[in-house]
């Protein structure tokens, strides 16, 4: 019913900022509670941050005043803008919309395929 498709991500030095996009497709995601996870190999998945349908964001501690989570409704996409990037923050990182909202251990229910993230120290 949605369909997700991350783009955006990339090789990039440690303090050095990246900016992930998600575009949606088949239903517009206004209707939909947004959100970011990642995973590292040998890792369980990790929440990163989400936006819910009215606009309230949460993020994870350890990305708190570095990343933000946006949507810009006119082009159905959801972005997340990482700056003063971390070794730390390299991972697979992952695109999701459901109906509830999204936090950690949630399960969304529509994903994409994920974009890489490496930073270098």
């Known amino acids: 019913q949605v369909q997700l498709v991350e783009s955006g991500g990339g090789l990039v030095q440690a303090g050095g900022s990246l900016r992930l996009s998600c575009a949606a497709s088949?239903?517009?995601?206004?209707?939909?509670?947004v959100g970011w996870f990642r995973q590292a190999p040998g890792k369980e998945r990790e929440f990163v941050a989400s936006r819910t349908v009215i606009g309230e964001t949460y993020y994870e501690d350890s990305v708190k005043g570095r990343f933000t989570i946006s949507r810009d409704s006119a082009k159905n996409t959801v972005y997340l803008q990482m700056n003063s990037l971390k070794p730390e923050d390299t991972a697979l990182y992952y695109c999701?919309?459901?109906?509830?909202?999204?936090?950690?251990?949630?399960?969304?229910?529509?994903w994409g395929q994920g974009t890489q993230v490496t930073v270098s120290s």
């Open positions: 088949g239903r517009t995601l206004t209707t939909y509670n």
């Open positions: 999701a919309a459901g109906r509830t909202v999204i936090t950690a251990g949630t399960n969304p229910d529509y």
